[in-house]
């Protein structure tokens, strides 16, 4: 009695599943994905969204090398660094740090590339190519002002390129590296500059304890409570975001 019941039941519902699709299948509208705006052949569509992909994966490396954002956040590591505090800040607090300086200090480029190339190529008015090429060079203006010419002059030796009129004939892969070492070099001098005045703390405390005869207690220790009083007591951060920004309007 149990089997035919639990039989009729399963029937019953394997009957209401099929008259709801038949149901949503007659009353619903056919669902389809289309690519492009029927003007142009679809493999041209996918080809964009290809690149498109393409450049969004890209974009870390983009802001990292091609920015501001590696000199400020060198510079702020060896400040932690320097003042011996382990994780204080953490990373994310000098992560968001840097990356909003970077936007303070790329918004001009950045909003040349919009006027330039973003809002034409939006409206329709310029091909993705030349918004490409648009874009490339409010960034290469940025970057080649903050390039060392023998930094430069490395890699377009290495590739044998020929001597460019100006800025803008400068192939993007001569330049992004250049500009990177050049960045890594400005900012360990920056590190290095920040390094002097907490060694010298340092050398005191260690001198101090022994002369006093402390061999076991670590000047660490000692140190680090005057390093960041000092800190303070000069505003460091202060000067630091200062000195930042000061070595980007040169």
Do not use: C
């Amino acid at each position: 009695m149990k089997m035919k019941l639990a039989t009729s039941i399963s029937g019953m519902f394997a009957m209401m599943l099929y008259a709801g699709s038949t149901a949503f299948a007659e009353g619903s509208p056919a669902i389809s994905i289309t690519m492009g705006d029927g003007k142009e052949p679809v493999g041209a569509s996918s080809l964009s969204l290809l690149l498109l992909i393409t450049v969004l994966s890209l974009a870390p490396a983009i802001l990292v090398l091609m920015t501001s954002f590696t000199r400020i956040v060198i510079v702020l590591g060896f400040v932690r660094t320097s003042l011996g505090t382990q994780q204080m800040p953490p990373n994310q607090v000098l992560i968001g740090l840097a990356l909003f300086l970077t936007l303070f200090i790329m918004s001009p480029t950045l909003t040349q590339v919009n006027d330039q190339a973003l809002q034409p190529y939006l409206k329709g008015d310029i091909t993705q190519t030349e918004a490409l090429q648009k874009a490339s060079v409010p960034m290469k203006a940025f970057m080649y002002k903050h390039t060392r010419p023998k930094d430069l002059l490395l890699f377009m030796n290495y590739t044998k390129t020929e001597k460019p009129k100006s800025y803008q004939d400068i192939p993007i892969t001569v330049l992004v590296p250049a500009y990177a070492i050049s960045e890594l070099k400005t900012a360990f001098q920056m590190g290095f500059m920040i390094f002097i005045p907490f060694l010298v703390i340092d050398m005191v405390v260690a001198s101090t304890l022994m002369a006093m005869g402390m061999m076991m207690l670590p000047p660490v220790m000692i140190s680090l409570p005057f390093k960041i009083l000092l800190f303070v007591l000069v505003d460091g951060w202060y000067l630091i975001v200062k000195s930042l920004l000061d070595s980007f309007q040169t």
